[in-house]
């Protein structure tokens, strides 16, 4: 994707640097990310300001880019809460070509063990609340978080496999301030982590953005906040720890709507949970692969800072 026609656009450092030559008095007051890096924050275009949707999501292509199918190991963290039908999901990925990917990303674990009894697979649900396993009463997530003592801790077969449905989710904005006027405000976010890694298997964070209007010591009602998880192709490198916290004044032109605009650097995909099921009782033995609906947010893979702070503008 190209981006807006606003100039050349220099390397990350160095669209800091021109951004902060602009806003002024723009400090760093605490905190840290991998390398010491500052926020994310968009490259300046006219006068800094990006008009239109397309306009972020070209830029944020760039700096922040996403796959068209994502694959994450073990139970995904980065769930919609809303319910996601099976319906909705083979619009646009069969249930077929999610097992097939699983077991190309996510390993041979996949693979039935030889000798067992195959019986009801594939198990597709119907929604992403039909979650428990008549097998053994678990939920997904009970079950696919479960230490296997017999593999050394490793948690059973399990994983996400979905395609991008949106792009770079706002996780927080300002309220729109009328030009010309200044806009005025102190960034913040933070990266908490949901759970304790998993041996074997990786997890996700929350993310919790803050916008401080100044003088106020509280962040804007409600917060903006998104829960995240990591790509298998995630390196631990790149894995969020923390965000620095910054003033931030910008002016918003004349004949202008102007808006600070805080956007996940990340994607929405729409796909499947898949688990091995392996059961053995009464002496006889059966497996089976299920396949559950979810929605999941899943971190950009290269990218290390998990928002970008956009400014945004549109006329009256």
């Given at each position: 994707?190209?981006?807006?026609?606003?100039?050349?656009?220099?390397?990350?450092?160095?669209?800091?640097?021109?951004?902060?030559?602009?806003?002024?008095?723009?400090?760093?007051?605490?905190?840290?990310?991998?390398?010491?890096?500052?926020?994310?924050?968009?490259?300046?275009?006219?006068?800094?300001?990006?008009?239109?949707?397309?306009?972020?999501?070209?830029?944020?292509?760039?700096?922040?880019?996403?796959?068209?199918?994502?694959?994450?190991?073990?139970?995904?963290?980065?769930?919609?809460?809303?319910?996601?039908?099976?319906?909705?999901?083979?619009?646009?990925?069969?249930?077929?070509?999610?097992?097939?990917?699983?077991?190309?990303?996510?390993?041979?674990?996949?693979?039935?063990?030889?000798?067992?009894?195959?019986?009801?697979?594939?198990?597709?649900?119907?929604?992403?609340?039909?979650?428990?396993?008549?097998?053994?009463?678990?939920?997904?997530?009970?079950?696919?978080?479960?230490?296997?003592?017999?593999?050394?801790?490793?948690?059973?077969?399990?994983?996400?496999?979905?395609?991008?449905?949106?792009?770079?989710?706002?996780?927080?904005?300002?309220?729109?301030?009328?030009?010309?006027?200044?806009?005025?405000?102190?960034?913040?976010?933070?990266?908490?982590?949901?759970?304790?890694?998993?041996?074997?298997?990786?997890?996700?964070?929350?993310?919790?953005?803050?916008?401080?209007?100044?003088?106020?010591?509280?962040?804007?009602?409600?917060?903006?906040?998104?829960?995240?998880?990591?790509?298998?192709?995630?390196?631990?490198?790149?894995?969020?720890?923390?965000?620095?916290?910054?003033?931030?004044?910008?002016?918003?032109?004349?004949?202008?709507?102007g808006w600070l605009d805080g956007r996940?650097?990340?994607?929405?995909?729409?796909?499947?949970?898949?688990?091995?099921?392996?059961?053995?009782?009464?002496?006889?033995?059966?497996?089976?692969?299920?396949?559950?609906?979810?929605?999941?947010?899943?971190?950009?893979?290269?990218?290390?800072?998990?928002?970008?702070?956009?400014?945004?503008?549109?006329?009256?």
């Amino acid at each position: 994707m190209n981006l807006p026609k606003t100039g050349n656009h220099p390397s990350a450092p160095a669209r800091w640097m021109r951004r902060s030559a602009v806003v002024a008095g723009a400090t760093l007051i605490a905190g840290s990310l991998v390398g010491g890096q500052l926020p994310a924050a968009a490259a300046d275009g006219d006068g800094g300001f990006y008009k239109s949707e397309e306009d972020v999501v070209n830029l944020l292509s760039q700096t922040a880019p996403l796959n068209a199918k994502e694959a994450v190991k073990g139970y995904p963290q980065g769930q919609d809460t809303k319910e996601v039908k099976l319906e909705e999901v083979q619009k646009v990925y069969s249930p077929e070509d999610a097992i097939k990917d699983a077991k190309e990303k996510l390993g041979s674990g996949f693979d039935f063990t030889p000798g067992v009894q195959v019986v009801d697979n594939p198990d597709v649900r119907k929604s992403s609340q039909d979650n428990v396993e008549p097998w053994t009463g678990l939920t997904a997530e009970q079950g696919c978080t479960m230490p296997n003592e017999k593999k050394g801790g490793d948690s059973p077969p399990c994983g996400f496999v979905g395609v991008l449905e949106k792009k770079y989710p706002t996780i927080q904005s300002t309220a729109e301030v009328t030009g010309k006027a200044k806009l005025t405000y102190k960034t913040q976010a933070t990266v908490g982590q949901d759970k304790a890694e998993t041996k074997g298997w990786s997890v996700g964070g929350k993310v919790s953005a803050s916008l401080v209007p100044p003088g106020d010591k509280g962040g804007v009602s409600p917060g903006g906040e998104v829960n995240f998880t990591y790509s298998e192709s995630t390196t631990t490198t790149n894995k969020w720890t923390s965000m620095a916290e910054q003033g931030v004044e910008i002016d918003v032109p004349e004949g202008s709507v102007g808006w600070l605009d805080g956007r996940a650097n990340g994607g929405t995909y729409i796909g499947y949970i898949i688990a091995k099921e392996h059961l053995a009782s009464g002496g006889t033995e059966k497996q089976k692969l299920v396949a559950i609906p979810a929605r999941v947010t899943v971190q950009a893979p290269g990218k290390s800072t998990p928002m970008t702070w956009v400014k945004r503008d549109s006329k009256q």
